[in-house]
Every structure is written in structure tokens, then in C-alpha cells.
């Protein structure tokens, strides 16, 4: 009974059985066709026979597993594999179908090859998720079939597998290697040159392949054998914390993924490249109350809890708190930071609402507010405009373009640093603004 719930009959299988049903009835005009008929059934039944002893003939025909990465990055194309191994003696043909989690909503997977007698063959897609969480795939189905291919036979390989999707860690080693070798041009970070530097001498330590060749002590590095480098008092550690407003302005959807998304992974990417340069990196959540505070360190720990911090948080439909903010910041962090605020305004008056708590972030620390272009207002902008309705749509259109650009200038002049950038820009943009103002020595 098990071996009969594995067998699987194919659409030939059918078309031979039509042809021998049509055999027959049209013997019935001519007669020599029915002893025909007969012997295309009698053939037709011992292959059939013969196709069910070939795939029942061993055990364990084909063999094999399904790799998965230990967690899935968010918002990257992350590889999972296939590799399957062919005991039988023969050749067979292969259809191939992976429960992927249904979050990928996927309902079309199939893998079709052929592998060869004793071979291994591997078999590799990709997948892009789009929401933090747990994701479970379930069970490889391979279904097996000689080249008679009158019926296949099902393997199901039971390795069903739970993958947390992280923040963007794949994103987060990309700008990390382009940072140790100094090519942060490469991913659009324009290269600043500092305006000025500051020469009280603070300590002597290994040379980083970013630091000024300028800076070397030829002297500790024939001391030490390795090359050393002179730090001075505008080196040393900064506090970089990123703020993230998690209330119901960062639920808009942009490509598949929310703002919130976007604001984590660049908060992720924004903490290593902090670390990277020698400053200390935090985390501060908030909607209608403060979710996640953690204090700004240097410790090569800080960046796992502050990846695993950003895994579990989500939006909410609420109004986010920001005088609940600005108590948290003046209670809890006392040196003067850069504050990297991820939100969301849409009009002039939902910022002023909360300008009054942004100036007096602004007073104490630097503050830099980071917003976002809205794509698809921008797309509705560059299309044509046929007939009086459009013109209308177009019109408000370029109004709330025109509202993000107005609040930029009013955040500026109440001296508070912004960005304006599209969601899929935002790392780049953000490490650009942090290393300009590194290089004017604001922080």
C-alpha cells in the first residue's frame, strides 16, 4: 500500500491508453485493426510492468538533501541548494518541487533535469525576503522516471527546516568589505576629504588600511615590526546612535518591503561602519513608548546584540511618542552623539508637530532626520498626461513632491541635519552623510 501511494501516473501513460481505445473503435469499421489493437495492448502492459519493477527496484533510488543557509538575509537574494544522488543503475529523469514558505507566496516551483546512473547533481535557486521572522520550509518532493516515463515514482525527503530572516547581514558585510579595503566608492559613498585636523596627540595604535599614510610613526613600527599610527584627539570614539520610529509612518510598503525594513538594515549597516571607524554604535527604538534602548559601545559584541535587537521589532498603527523620545535621550545619554532619526513625513504640518522635540534633540546632541521619497509619486511624475484627470493627479502629485523638499529646508533652518533619500538608496546615503560630517568634525 505504501509503495502504491508513491506511484504516480504520467499524462503518456494516457495518450497510450487513447490510442489503444481508438485502435479498437475504429477496428470495429475495419477489422484488421482489433488483432492490432490486441497486441498494442499486450505491449503496452509488460512495458508498464516493466517501468514499475525499474523504479521499485531499489530502495532507496534517489537520495539526497535540501541547504539552507542558518538564517536568510532581508531584502537580498540568499542561495539554497539541492543536492540529490541516483543509486539506481540507470538513468533517470527528475521533476523536483520545495515547499518554500509561503510568506514567498511561490506556486509554480519546478526543477525538471536528468541525472545519470551513480551520479550527484545539484540544483540551486535563489529567494528574497521581504519581512523579518521565522520561515518554514517543508517538506523536497522528487518524483523519479525512467525514459519509458509511463509512471514516477515520489521521494519525499523529510527535512523540513525553521530559517529566521535577520536584518540585512549580507548588506551589512558588503559595505564592512568595501570599507576595509577602502573602496566605499564602489557602493556610491563619495569620498570626503577632511577640512581640517585636530594634531593634540592622543595615543599610538595598529595601522587601519583607511587611515592617512601621513600618520605613521616609522619609529614605533621599527619598534614593533608591524605599522603603527598616531591617533589624534579628533579620532577618538564618537557616540552614533540610531534612532528608529516604529509607529504607523513606517508601514508604507516599497518594493515589497515596509520603511521599517529599509530603516533596520541601514541602521544595521550604519552601526558596522560606526564600529569599523572607531566610534561607538547604539540603538534606541520608540512608538507610543521607548521598545529597545541600548547603550553606544565599542565592544566587538555590539553589533550581534544590536542585529539581534533589530530582528524582533515591529511597527504598530499608532502615532509615534516623540516627547517620550526626547526624555529618553536627555536621561539616558549624556555625551553629545549624532543622532540618526529614521522617520517618515509626509506633509509640513506632521513635522511640525514634532519640530519643537527635534530642536531640542538638536541642542544637545547632532541630530539628523532621515525621510523618504515616495518612488511611486516620483514614477506618477515622469508619466505622460493625456487627458485633464491626469493633469489633476499630476498636479497634487508634484505638491507633496514639493512638501518633502520644503521640510528639508525647515529642518535646516532650525539647524537640523537632513537626508531625503529613496528607500532602496538609504544605506548609501546615510554612510555619506556620516562621513561628511566625521570630516567637518561636527562629531
Keep these: 500500500m505504501k509503495n502504491i501511494k508513491s506511484l504516480y501516473i504520467s499524462n503518456r501513460f494516457y495518450f497510450c491508453i487513447l490510442a489503444n481505445v481508438l485502435a479498437f473503435i475504429l477496428g470495429y469499421f475495419y477489422p484488421p485493426l482489433v488483432s492490432a489493437a490486441r497486441y498494442m495492448t499486450l505491449a503496452f502492459s509488460v ?16 537520495e539526497g538533501y535540501r541547504d539552507t543557509p542558518e538564517k536568510l538575509s532581508n531584502g537580498d537574494q540568499n542561495k539554497v541548494s539541492i543536492s540529490l544522488n541516483n543509486n539506481y543503475r540507470f538513468d533517470v529523469n527528475l521533476e523536483i518541487i520545495d515547499e518554500i514558505p509561503f510568506q514567498f507566496q511561490i506556486r509554480d516551483f519546478l526543477f525538471k533535469s536528468k541525472i545519470s546512473s551513480g551520479a550527484e547533481k545539484h540544483f540551486y535557486y535563489s529567494l528574497k525576503p521581504v519581512e523579518r521572522g521565522v520561515y518554514l520550509f517543508g ?55 577632511s577640512i581640517g585636523r585636530n594634531m593634540e596627540f592622543d595615543q599610538i595604535r595598529k595601522y587601519n ?19 603603527m ?14 534612532l528608529i520610529d516604529m509607529g504607523r509612518v513606517m508601514k508604507m510598503p516599497f518594493e515589497g518591503m515596509t520603511l521599517l525594513d529599509y530603516a533596520i538594515n541601514a541602521s544595521l549597516v550604519i552601526s558596522n561602519i560606526a564600529l569599523l571607524k572607531h566610534d561607538k554604535a547604539g540603538l534606541l527604538t520608540f512608538s507610543v513608548t521607548v521598545e529597545t534602548f541600548l547603550q553606544a559601545d565599542r565592544k566587538k559584541i555590539q553589533i550581534k546584540k544590536i542585529q539581534e535587537l533589530l530582528y524582533k521589532q515591529q511597527t504598530n498603527f499608532s502615532e509615534s511618542n516623540y516627547e517620550l523620545l526626547y526624555i529618553k535621550v536627555k536621561r539616558n545619554i549624556s555625551q553629545r552623539s549624532l543622532l540618526l532619526l529614521y522617520t517618515n513625513f509626509e506633509s509640513m504640518t506632521s513635522m511640525q508637530r514634532q519640530l519643537g522635540f527635534l530642536k531640542l534633540l538638536a541642542q544637545s546632541h547632532l541630530l539628523v532626520v532621515i525621510f523618504f521619497v515616495n518612488t511611486e509619486i516620483q514614477e506618477l511624475l515622469s508619466e505622460q498626461t493625456p ?24 529642518l535646516n533652518k532650525n539647524g537640523i541635519h ?5 528607500p532602496k538608496n538609504l544605506s548609501a ?7 561628511e560630517l566625521k570630516s567637518l568634525g561636527l562629531i
Excluded at 209 to 227: C, M, P, S, V
Excluded at 418 to 422: C, R
Design 387 to 410: 487627458n485633464l484627470e491626469d493633469i489633476y493627479i499630476k498636479t497634487i502629485a508634484e505638491k507633496i513632491s514639493l512638501e518633502k523638499k520644503k521640510i528639508v529646508k525647515e
Design 429 to 435: 546615503n546615510t554612510i555619506n552623510k556620516y562621513l
Design 139 to 193: 517538506k523536497l518532493r522528487i518524483y523519479a522516471s525512467t525514459d519509458l516515463n509511463f509512471f514516477s515514482r515520489r521521494f519525499i525527503i523529510h527535512k523540513e527546516a525553521e530559517v529566521p530572516v535577520y536584518p540585512s547581514f549580507l548588506q551589512m558585510r558588503k559595505y564592512e568589505l568595501l570599507a576595509i579595503s577602502n573602496r566605499l566608492t564602489e557602493a556610491g559613498i563619495k569620498k570626503i576629504r
Design 47 to 62: 512495458l508498464c510492468l516493466i517501468d514499475i519493477t525499474l523504479l521499485y527496484s531499489i530502495k532507496n533510488g534517489i
Design 209 to 227: 588600511t583607511d587611515d592617512d599614510y601621513r600618520t605613521i610613526n616609522w619609529k614605533a613600527t621599527a619598534h614593533k615590526g608591524e605599522l
Design 229 to 242: 599610527v598616531n591617533q589624534y584627539e579628533q579620532e577618538r570614539s564618537q557616540q552614533v546612535y540610531s
Design 418 to 422: 537632513s537626508i531625503l533619500t529613496e
